[in-house]
């Protein structure tokens, strides 16, 4: 379990997620996404997004004996939920990368203390431990955060169009090709 202290502030813990903490997860996931993607996604999107789907989202996962993916969070002194990570396999591959950053959010009242980074460093070294040794992630260009990526190493591999909420979106994806040597 790693801790991470920010200052005078308390420390934060980053742990595997358990069953426990879906709700948690499923709150963070979409207030993060109405936080961040506020301008950029539709607004009649993000208000359609559902604690109760991504409950179900999640836990399916957490759930499932065979699920290859893994999950972490961050909670604060209080043992909240306030950020997390996910990945694993490649949900889409991308030549030259053998896994996959899916998800990572951190509520914004939580950023800029190196929560972010203590996530993403945790889950490097879970992939490294399970024989991963170059990772991707798809991101939207427009998020404010893309930048973070880029300060972790982070190189543009791939574009692609989408469609939220019926508006079409180019999304980035960076790429970490030597997961063994970098340094977060």
């Not at 709150?27 to 359609?48: A, K, N, Q």
């Not at 508006?167 to 970490?176: A, F, R």
């Amino acid at each position: 379990m790693a801790t991470l202290a920010t200052g005078m502030e308390s420390e934060r813990v980053i742990r595997l997620a358990t069953i426990a903490d879906i709700p948690g997860v499923a709150r963070v996931h979409v207030d993060s996404w109405r936080e961040i993607y506020r301008g950029i996604v539709p607004d009649v999107y993000l208000e359609g997004l559902s604690y109760e789907r991504r409950e179900q989202m999640w836990r399916s996962g957490l759930e499932n004996p065979g699920w290859k993916g893994v999950l972490f969070v961050a909670e604060d002194p209080g043992h909240r939920v306030v950020g997390f990570v996910a990945g694993g396999p490649p949900q889409e591959p991308v030549e030259g990368f053998d896994c996959e950053l899916w998800a990572i959010y951190l509520l914004q009242v939580h950023q800029g203390q190196g929560v972010g980074r203590q996530l993403f460093r945790r889950f490097v070294e879970e992939m490294v431990q399970r024989g991963h040794g170059s990772m991707f992630l798809w991101v939207l260009a427009e998020n404010p955060t893309v930048g973070f990526y880029q300060r972790l190493g982070g190189v543009k591999v791939g574009e692609k169009e989408i469609e939220v909420g019926g508006k079409k979106l180019v999304e980035w994806s960076y790429g970490w090709r030597n997961l063994g040597v970098n340094k977060w």
